[in-house]
């Protein structure tokens, strides 16, 4: 396999902001490379709201990345260096045959901790620790998710799977494999619920008790477009909300349309898709 020398390592997180509360910003992750060839090439990503954005450059944009410089220019040169097939962490390791695949561990490894840079020596020598991601896709893919034993994660568990396999999602589109091992798994979480009825009470009053704390919040639905997939709304915080406008944008293939307040059956979704991280 052709060899890629780590040179230079960056990373840091931009500002972030302030609506309706305090807004995360984004961390951008920058690996410069040694080619086979003796050229420079440059691997970053900006990874928004749990969402990676890979690109290839010849050049380093970390600065222009961390600071935000979003010029007509910049923004060309980026999105036409933007990696494709690449919607998820998960893309990345089910392809270990790509001769950067041990580079992009390590990018990974520097966006989830940011922690320690290793230069100097080829990628595919370097001692790489797994980043969170790549132990959950590895745990995953080796056995799926445990099944929870006790009742309320087991129920909550399955509210969450069961209602985002039913919400169109543009990551289902990318990812039908992923769909599938989730509705094997909500088979196994369905078979290990001692009663349907039992289930059933514990949801309606799950969402009635979790609605009643939440109806206040400020909730937009978001709806924006994927030209190669379809019109998807997605229900969040409205502080969240120009985190998820940023990662859309960023995609050549697709625009953000717009927000507006969420109703009571979009907030119950949104509350059911967070039951299994809520405990």
Not at 111 to 140: K, L, W
Request: net charge negative.
């Amino acid at each position: 396999m052709k060899k890629y020398i780590i040179r230079e390592v960056r990373f840091g997180t931009t500002a972030g902001g302030n609506g309706c509360g305090e807004i995360a910003g984004a961390i951008i992750a920058e690996v410069g490379l040694t080619a086979p060839d003796g050229g420079m090439c440059y691997l970053s990503n900006a990874e928004v709201m749990g969402v990676p954005n890979f690109y290839r450059t010849g050049r380093s944009t970390f600065d222009e990345q961390l600071n935000e410089d979003w010029s007509d220019t910049f923004q060309s040169y980026l999105q036409h260096c933007r990696i494709s097939g690449i919607s998820d962490y998960s893309d990345v390791f089910d392809h270990p045959e790509d001769e950067l695949y041990e580079a992009y561990r390590y990018l990974i490894h520097l966006t989830r901790t940011m922690a320690g840079p290793i230069c100097g020596c080829a990628a595919d020598d370097a001692e790489i620790p797994e980043s969170d991601v790549e132990q959950s896709y590895r745990e995953f893919a080796q056995a799926g998710p445990e099944v929870p034993e006790d009742r309320e994660s087991l129920y909550r568990q399955r509210l969450t799977l069961e209602t985002d396999i039913d919400t169109p999602s543009v990551f289902h589109a990318l990812d039908g494999e992923t769909l599938d091992m989730e509705r094997e798994h909500l088979m196994k979480l369905i078979k290990a619920c001692r009663s349907e009825d039992d289930y059933d009470q514990w949801r309606t009053d799950y969402l009635d008790r979790e609605y009643e704390k939440r109806k206040g919040e400020n909730i937009v639905a978001c709806t924006y477009v994927f030209t190669r997939y379809g019109t998807y709304t997605t229900v969040i915080p409205a502080e969240q909300r120009p985190g998820l406008e940023a990662w859309v944008n960023a995609n050549e293939n697709a625009f953000f349309g717009s927000a507006r307040p969420a109703n009571e059956q979009e907030i119950r979704q949104m509350i059911a898709l967070e039951a299994a991280d809520a405990q």
